[in-house]
T-cell receptor, first 110, second 113 residues
Framework: RKEVEQDPGPFNVPEGATVAFNCTYSNSASQSFFWYRQDCRKEPKLLMSVYSSGNEDGRFTAQLNRASQYISLLIRDSKLSDSATYLCVVLDTGFQKLVFGTGTRLLVSP | EAQVTQNPRYLITVTGKKLTVTCSQNMNHEYMSWYRQDPGLGLRQIYYSMNVEVTDKGDVPEGYKVSRKEKRNFPLILESPSPNQTSLYFC????????????FGPGTRLTVL
């Protein structure tokens, strides 16, 4: 089983739609979780951290369910510029490294 | 401007011809890391370094070497490249303990024929 699993997509949505991505992780001892965004053939960039209580940054909401080992990202009012691949990332504190999911591709169309 | 730079950005080479991909950061970060990204496999860590002269293997270190003689530089060396090392490579850096916010270089697309 992969350490971090994501649906690869692509998710095709119209502008203005709400879309949600899910991610599961296998290590129950994991403490820190993040979403990174990666544009085509570009470097990944930190989008937001995921906190236990859930957190919001503008149109983006991240949720964590420790019992189910499940992380989600909700994007409201999708923009064309949201088209990208979204990487679910878990911090492996034991080895002091980030473990990346394979990413979920989002395509927002006019 | 705070940044991580990599060179070259694109490289096509042949099997067995030694090559080095350079990585440099200007943020005084202690932690540096190399990843490769392949379709369906995501980003996988090759090597990392916690500080000068301190390096360690990541998940896929076979066929690679690194060195950290200076804090700002972390070159990736392929002594004898093979076609299965064709990939997109990213260097990243962060402060120790701030692994969540790693700053990535622009990537190096390597093709080994």
């Amino acid at each position: 089983r992969k350490e971090v699993e994501q649906d690869p997509g692509p998710f095709n949505v119209p502008e203005g739609a709400t879309v949600a991505f899910n991610c599961t992780y296998s290590n129950s001892a994991s403490q820190s979780f993040f979403w990174y965004r990666q544009d085509c053939r570009k470097e990944p960039k930190l989008l937001m951290s995921v906190y236990s209580s859930g957190n919001e940054d503008g149109r983006f909401t991240a949720q964590l369910n420790r019992a189910s080992q499940y992380i989600s990202l909700l994007i409201r009012d999708s923009k064309l510029s949201d088209s990208a691949t979204y990487l679910c990332v878990v911090l492996d504190t034991g080895f002091q490294k980030l473990v990346f999911g394979t990413g979920t591709r989002l395509l927002v169309s006019p | 401007e705070a940044q991580v730079t990599q060179n070259p950005r694109y490289l096509i080479t042949v099997t067995g011809k030694k090559l080095t991909v350079t990585c440099s950061q200007n943020m005084n970060h202690e932690y540096m890391s190399w990843y490769r990204q392949d379709p369906g496999l995501g980003l996988r860590q090759i090597y990392y370094s916690m500080n000068v002269e301190v390096t360690d293997k990541g998940d896929v270190p076979e066929g690679y070497k690194v060195s950290r003689k200076e804090k700002r530089n972390f070159p990736l060396i392929l002594e004898s490249p093979s076609p299965n090392q064709t990939s997109l490579y990213f260097c990243a850096s962060s402060f120790l303990g701030s692994y969540n916010e790693q700053f990535f270089g622009p990537g190096t697309r390597l093709t080994v024929l």
